[in-house]
């Protein structure tokens, strides 16, 4: 809807200032994200500084922002509930040696089996998602301690610095993208509430909300460097098993959640991340999070679209944002404080904007009411439950549409040539969705004794298409025929076992046939 990408190329000014941007958005999400995940704020903290470093540092995509996200804190309730942080802490570093591992092995390509569809819905799914934790902004805290929704004159001057926020960043970069727009109206917005003595609720106020009533008055976002520990658990194999489920849910959401948002930068930047370093990249920081006391994360799209709009292309942007977050941490905890958390709502309600792809309204016009469906679907499912279970649903439902689609467009074409042979000229795949309409292309009882299979315009997918043809080649033996097959591919000729016995292979007519492999990449 609106292009808010003010620069195409990385430079030092823009990576600098791009990277201030994101971390003062990153602390309210840090902060609230580790009382999802049951933990201090602190341990969200230090997950946005260490994870935003070292993926910046040696991940896959720069640009690309990560930190302590949503996605994986809701992993992370029950056992922390259950067992306590500590053994979060074991959790977060075995998933970290688990990406490693899908890094090693290259496992990262096969992100590349996510439709085109699920990548609508997933964008459109995480831009609901933003906009609806938002909302809770709008959410204070009564004299009985529970939340409710604002009203009178705080309702309105937070309504009314949001939109001030949103204009600033729409209107300035038509006046000069010399500095991000973001960074411009969070700085104008909180000049503009503390000078003028406004009535509205800052960073502090938010996290004062979620603390018991006994802690508010000492609530504080000042810190200390994260230390080295040793997880305190016991190193034994029902410790092991313990931490092994919440470890590899945490391990595909991470990555999942990582390399789609790797892709949509990709897509918005017109550049290529490397999907299997940004594995490791994922993985290392999440071990380095475990060892210094952080509760992991993944990439973040929100922030990161916050710093790709904002003309943060390099690594260095993600490096300023981790450092200048834990200066924060350590140095300027009252000043960020004070931020109001309109200002913040107004970026995030911007990045809603952007990152939601408004294209899909006339594609949905334009595409199959099965892709269609897809979009929806994934959407539905990221909003209502998580996003890789989204992702899982979406290609799973489209591997099955795909299937169905295919499985009716084999055919074949029948003659009888000069030997008096039939000679039917198979069209279309033949795998485990076709296998059914396969078998009804043959006359077996009214064919000649000898009967050609021409595979030329066709190829044998799976085990079960060389079952239909064993079984095929059984039905003709039965009538005292003798089935005759010719150019299939060596690696389907092996796999014929049964069918050797009495069915002819052309050699000389065969063409020779390659698997792709990573070693070509």
């Known amino acids: 809807m609106f292009d808010l990408i003010t620069s195409k190329d990385s430079n030092v000014k823009n990576d600098v200032l791009s990277g201030i941007t994101v971390a003062l958005a990153l602390v309210p999400e840090a902060v609230a994200f580790a009382f999802v995940a049951g933990v201090e704020p602190m341990i969200g903290l230090y997950a946005a500084f260490m994870m935003g470093l070292i993926t910046s540092a040696i991940g896959g995509r720069p640009g690309m922002i990560s930190g302590a996200t949503g996605a994986m804190a809701v992993v992370m309730v029950a056992l922390v509930a259950q067992h306590g942080v500590q053994y979060l802490f074991a959790a977060v570093i075995l998933a970290g040696l688990l990406q490693i591992m899908c890094g090693i092995f ?21 831009a609901i998602v933003i906009f609806l934790a938002q ?3 709008f959410k204070v805290t009564n004299a009985a301690g529970e939340l409710q929704w604002m009203e009178g004159t705080l309702l309105y001057w937070m309504l009314g610095l949001v939109a001030l926020t949103m204009a600033i960043i729409y209107l300035l970069p038509k006046l000069t993208k010399a500095v991000p727009a973001s960074l ?3 700085v104008t917005v909180t000049l503009l509430v503390h000078g003028l003595d406004l009535e509205a609720r800052t960073v502090i106020d938010f996290v004062r909300d979620l603390l018991p009533a006994d802690q508010r008055d000492s609530a504080t976002l000042a810190g200390e460097l994260p230390s080295f520990a040793i997880p305190m658990v016991p190193f034994t194999w029902e410790t092991f098993m313990i931490i092994l489920p919440t470890s590899v849910i945490l391990c595909l959401v991470g990555l999942i959640e990582s390399l789609l948002t790797l892709s949509l930068i990709d897509e918005m930047t017109d550049t290529r991340g490397r999907g299997n370093k940004e594995c490791v990249g994922q993985g290392v920081a999440n071990t380095v ?8 994360g993944c990439a973040m799209i929100g922030q990161s679209m916050i710093n790709i709009n904002s003309g943060g292309r390099g690594r260095l942007s993600g490096i300023t944002a981790a450092v200048v977050l834990l200066g924060f941490i350590l140095f300027a905890a009252p000043l960020i404080e004070m931020i109001p958390l309109a200002a913040l709502v107004g970026v995030m309600f911007v990045v809603v904007i952007a990152t939601f792809e408004w294209a899909s309204f006339r594609i949905i016009r334009g595409v199959n009411k099965e892709d ?3 979009l929806f679907l994934v959407t539905g499912v990221t909003v209502i439950a998580d996003l890789a279970i989204a992702v899982v649903v979406g290609v799973i439902v489209s591997a099955l549409v795909f299937a169905w689609k295919h499985a009716r467009h084999i055919e074949a074409r029948s003659h009888i040539d000069n030997d008096g042979w039939k000679v039917y000229e198979l069209d279309g795949p033949l795998f ?4 059914s309409h396969f078998k009804d292309l043959f006359d077996i009882a009214n ?3 000898d009967v050609v299979i021409d595979f030329k315009d066709s190829r044998i997918w ?8 064993d079984t095929l080649a059984d039905k003709y033996e039965e009538q005292g025929k003798k089935l005759h097959i010719r150019h299939i591919s060596d690696e389907c000729r092996s796999l014929l076992r049964k069918a050797d016995k009495f069915v002819e292979i052309n050699v000389v007519e065969d063409p020779r046939y390659r698997v792709a492999t990573d070693k070509l990449a």
Do not use: C, E, H, T
Request: net charge neutral.
């Open 106 to 126: 290259k496992l990262g390509k096969f992100i590349r089996l996510v439709p085109y569809p699920v990548m609508l819905g997933f964008v459109n799914g995480l």
């Open 135 to 137: 909302l809770g902004q």
């Open 184 to 186: 411009v109206a969070i």
């Open 289 to 296: 999070n475990g060892f210094f006391g952080g509760m992991g």
């Open 372 to 374: 269609a469906f897809v």
């Open 432 to 435: 485990f969705g076709s296998v």
């Open 447 to 449: 064919d000649p004794n």
């Open 462 to 469: 799976d085990s079960s298409g060389i079952d239909a043809l």
